[in-house]
Protein backbone atom coordinates (compact mmCIF):
# COMPACT_ATOMS: atom_id res chain seq x y z
CA UNK A 1 0.00 0.00 0.00
CA UNK A 2 1.37 3.35 -0.66
CA UNK A 3 2.59 5.82 2.25
CA UNK A 4 2.67 9.52 2.62
CA UNK A 5 6.41 9.23 3.55
CA UNK A 6 7.30 10.89 -0.63
CA UNK A 7 5.79 12.34 -3.42
CA UNK A 8 6.62 9.44 -5.11
CA UNK A 9 5.51 6.50 -3.35
CA UNK A 10 4.34 3.47 -4.97
CA UNK A 11 0.86 1.33 -5.71
CA UNK A 12 0.83 -2.36 -5.07
CA UNK A 13 -2.02 -2.59 -8.09
CA UNK A 14 -3.74 -0.74 -9.99
CA UNK A 15 -6.87 -2.16 -8.15
CA UNK A 16 -5.36 0.01 -5.07
CA UNK A 17 -4.48 3.79 -7.47
CA UNK A 18 -8.36 3.32 -8.72
CA UNK A 19 -9.92 2.60 -5.12
CA UNK A 20 -8.07 5.73 -3.82
CA UNK A 21 -8.68 7.74 -7.12
CA UNK A 22 -12.68 6.89 -7.08
CA UNK A 23 -12.21 8.28 -3.07
CA UNK A 24 -10.22 11.10 -3.54
CA UNK A 25 -9.97 12.66 -6.63
CA UNK A 26 -12.73 13.84 -9.34
CA UNK A 27 -12.00 12.24 -12.61
CA UNK A 28 -12.34 9.63 -15.66
CA UNK A 29 -9.92 7.24 -17.62
CA UNK A 30 -10.05 8.76 -20.80
CA UNK A 31 -7.98 5.48 -22.92
CA UNK A 32 -6.34 2.52 -22.46
CA UNK A 33 -9.18 1.55 -19.93
CA UNK A 34 -9.66 -1.88 -21.71
CA UNK A 35 -7.37 -3.94 -19.95
CA UNK A 36 -7.61 -2.16 -16.10
CA UNK A 37 -7.52 -2.95 -13.71
CA UNK A 38 -6.76 -6.21 -14.06
CA UNK A 39 -4.33 -7.02 -16.92
CA UNK A 40 -3.01 -3.56 -18.20
CA UNK A 41 1.00 -4.39 -18.24
CA UNK A 42 1.69 -6.12 -21.26
CA UNK A 43 -1.34 -4.35 -23.19
CA UNK A 44 -1.17 -0.52 -22.78
CA UNK A 45 1.78 1.64 -21.99
CA UNK A 46 -0.06 4.71 -20.27
CA UNK A 47 -3.30 5.76 -19.73
CA UNK A 48 -5.05 8.81 -20.75
CA UNK A 49 -6.98 10.30 -17.80
CA UNK A 50 -9.16 13.73 -17.33
CA UNK A 51 -9.34 15.10 -13.81
CA UNK A 52 -10.96 18.14 -12.67
CA UNK A 53 -7.83 19.79 -10.68
CA UNK A 54 -4.70 18.59 -12.23
CA UNK A 55 -2.28 19.47 -9.12
CA UNK A 56 -4.98 17.55 -6.50
CA UNK A 57 -4.98 14.82 -8.47
CA UNK A 58 -1.45 14.48 -9.24
CA UNK A 59 -0.64 15.18 -5.54
CA UNK A 60 -3.04 12.92 -4.07
CA UNK A 61 -2.29 10.26 -6.89
CA UNK A 62 1.67 10.74 -6.51
CA UNK A 63 2.38 11.52 -9.77
CA UNK A 64 6.07 12.75 -10.44
CA UNK A 65 6.08 15.28 -13.72
CA UNK A 66 7.73 13.79 -16.77
CA UNK A 67 10.51 15.47 -18.33
CA UNK A 68 10.48 13.13 -21.69
CA UNK A 69 7.83 11.33 -23.59
CA UNK A 70 4.78 11.85 -24.51
CA UNK A 71 2.94 11.42 -21.09
CA UNK A 72 2.84 13.93 -18.86
CA UNK A 73 3.43 12.12 -15.64
CA UNK A 74 4.51 8.48 -14.43
CA UNK A 75 4.06 6.70 -11.21
CA UNK A 76 4.74 3.36 -10.09
CA UNK A 77 2.36 0.28 -9.67
CA UNK A 78 2.90 -2.85 -9.10
CA UNK A 79 6.68 -2.53 -9.70
CA UNK A 80 6.39 -0.93 -12.87
CA UNK A 81 6.58 2.82 -13.99
CA UNK A 82 3.14 3.67 -15.73
CA UNK A 83 2.66 7.37 -17.60
CA UNK A 84 -0.11 9.00 -17.29
Partial sequence: MHTDQ???NYWQSFQ???EVANNKC???VLRNFEYLPN???GNDK???V???DLEHFTKTMKLKKRS???ASYETIIDNK???F
Fill in 50 to 52: LCE
Fill in 39 to 41: DFF
Fill in 46 to 48: DVD
Fill in 68 to 70: WGI
Fill in 6 to 8: NIY
Fill in 81 to 83: SCA
Fill in 16 to 18: EFI
Fill in 26 to 28: NWL
